[in-house]
């Protein structure tokens, strides 16, 4: 079984619109990280965050943990074209290693 | 900065037949990882090579897969025979910091495409 799984599986917006998805998670993690994935291609680093964090900002992404429900949400703000893609959450540490969920496909419509 | 390389993008052949990809990290990195993803899923981890050492290969179908990492920079994942179920993507990383996988950045090179006959 996957560690990470990612919810929605799809999500179609406007351009301009927010994208909200949700990764959830079954063990005691150190980190997690978020992975985008254009068609074809390989993965992009997005953002870590510490299990010792509760919220990271980087851009216009926003990345939120809560360990107790042991979720992460990842918002996208004033979507763009460009950032249709499948986005990825791995979770990492401890003995684990590190599991990618199935994803979330996102359509953003121009 | 070069990305992490690999080769070839894209591959097709039958079953029972044998396959070699290669992957060359990004300059530095001491940590290297293969990955497998099936359409559809997310990738799963084959292998972790620490420098030329195997950290982790616990989901590696070692019966017909194998990898190596010789001078501790590039890489090679074969698989002999090859399965129908073995067409995915396979995609190489690689990171700076030693230490698990998932503990650190994975820059991940753009995959070679598999496709079993």
């Known amino acids: 079984s996957q560690q990470g799984e990612e919810d929605p599986q799809a999500l179609s917006i406007q351009e301009g619109e927010n994208a909200t998805m949700n990764c959830s998670y079954k063990?005691?993690?150190?980190?997690l990280q978020w992975y985008r994935q254009n068609s074809g291609r390989g993965l992009v680093h997005l953002i870590l965050?510490?299990?010792?964090?509760r919220e990271k900002h980087s851009g216009r992404l926003r990345v939120t943990l809560d360990t107790s429900k042991k979720s992460s949400s990842l918002l996208i703000t004033a979507s763009r074209a460009a950032d249709t893609a499948s986005y990825f959450c791995?979770?990492?540490?401890?003995?684990?290693?590190?599991?990618f969920g199935r994803g979330t496909s996102l359509i953003v419509h121009p | 900065e070069a990305g992490v390389a690999q080769s070839p993008r894209y591959k097709i052949i039958e079953k029972r037949q044998s396959v070699a990809f290669w992957c060359n990290p990004i300059?530095?990195?001491?940590?290297l990882y293969w990955y497998q993803q099936i359409l559809g899923q997310g990738p799963k981890l084959l292998i972790q090579?620490?420098?030329?050492?195997?950290?982790?290969d616990s989901q590696l179908p070692k019966d017909r897969f194998s990898a190596e990492r010789l001078k501790g920079v590039d890489s090679t994942l074969k698989i002999q025979p090859a399965k129908l179920e073995d067409s995915a993507v396979y995609l190489c990383?690689?990171?700076?910091?030693?230490?698990?996988?998932?503990?650190?950045?994975?820059?991940f090179g753009p995959g070679t495409r598999l496709l079993v006959l």
């Open positions: 965050i510490r299990s010792n964090e």
């Open positions: 990383a690689s990171s700076f910091r030693p230490g698990l996988a998932g503990q650190e950045t994975q820059y």
């Open positions: 791995a979770t990492g540490g401890g003995s684990y290693i590190p599991t």
């Open positions: 063990t005691s993690i150190n980190n």
């Open positions: 300059s530095g990195h001491a940590t």
């Open positions: 090579f620490q420098n030329n050492g195997v950290v982790d």
